[in-house]
């Protein structure tokens, strides 16, 4: 049975949380995706939607940000609407799409689409690229980055006005070991700045290293929502255990 995660302090200061799951579910073609699920996330630090491949987690994240509509069940962000609370959200996809600009020019366009005054751009442009380690990198055509590099920018672009919630989707995912370091400790310090953090992954050794709290996710299902430091020393559903033990999942 999926467990509510601890509420922490501070958490009823957040515009956007907690944000609220009823018997959600989605249908495509007759096939269910995502099945009943419910659950409240109050945590102001780093959620992760944790399972195999295959599980819903993409999809799941999608609705969270509106851009799946439910078959059935409800979300509300901090008592908003999904459409509401998507105006104080950013989204980094799996697979970053960048303009065909440079570095600098990528974070430009979202400061110009967002009304910011031109006189105060290049300081958030400049904060914005220090953050991600991209400092040096301004000038570069932004097709020519590295594949973490890449995803640095994407969130980087994402976060630059400062959103109240980022939702990333398998954010690191086919990105070699320094390039994985590179894009966590970004998304820690996007947190530390007062960002909540939902993201998917199955990688079992970043969840250990981001999450702190898992919402575990199985064929659609909801199993197991619970602190990171309870889920992996004593994970109460039997195929969360699995999962954890490197079986496999049917």
Do not use: Y
């Not at 059935?72 to 799409?97: C, D, F, I, K, S």
């Not at 920018?153 to 994985?180: G, K, W």
């Amino acid at each position: 049975m999926a467990e509510e995660a601890a509420r922490q302090p501070g958490d009823d200061a957040h515009p956007l949380l907690p944000l609220v799951a009823s018997e959600l579910r989605l249908s495509i073609g007759g096939r269910e995706i995502i099945r009943d699920v419910s659950f409240t996330v109050g945590s102001s630090g780093r959620t992760v939607i944790l399972g195999p491949n295959g599980a819903g987690k993409s999809v799941l994240l999608r609705l969270c940000h509106g851009l799946l509509q439910p078959t059935g069940g409800e979300l509300r962000w901090g008592g908003l609407t999904v459409a509401r609370a998507r105006e104080q959200q950013a989204m980094a996809p799996q697979h970053p799409v960048l303009l065909r600009r440079t570095v600098t020019g990528n974070l430009l366009h979202v400061l110009r689409v967002k009304g910011v005054p031109r006189g105060e751009r290049q300081g958030l442009v400049d904060a914005a690229l220090q953050q991600a380690g991209l400092a040096d990198c301004g000038a570069r055509a932004a097709r020519t980055l590295s594949g973490g590099q890449k995803q640095r920018l994407a969130i980087a672009r994402a976060c630059i006005l400062r959103p109240a919630v980022l939702l990333l989707d398998e954010p690191t995912a086919n990105l070699d070991p320094a390039a994985v370091r590179g894009v966590e400790e970004l998304v820690r310090a996007v947190a530390a700045a007062g960002t909540k953090i939902l993201m998917t992954t199955h990688d079992i050794a970043q969840a250990r290293r981001l999450a702190c709290d898992i919402l575990f996710l199985n064929e659609g299902r909801l199993l197991e929502h619970s602190p990171a430091t309870a889920f992996f020393a004593s994970p109460q559903d039997p195929a969360a255990a699995r999962f954890l033990d490197g079986g496999l999942l049917g």
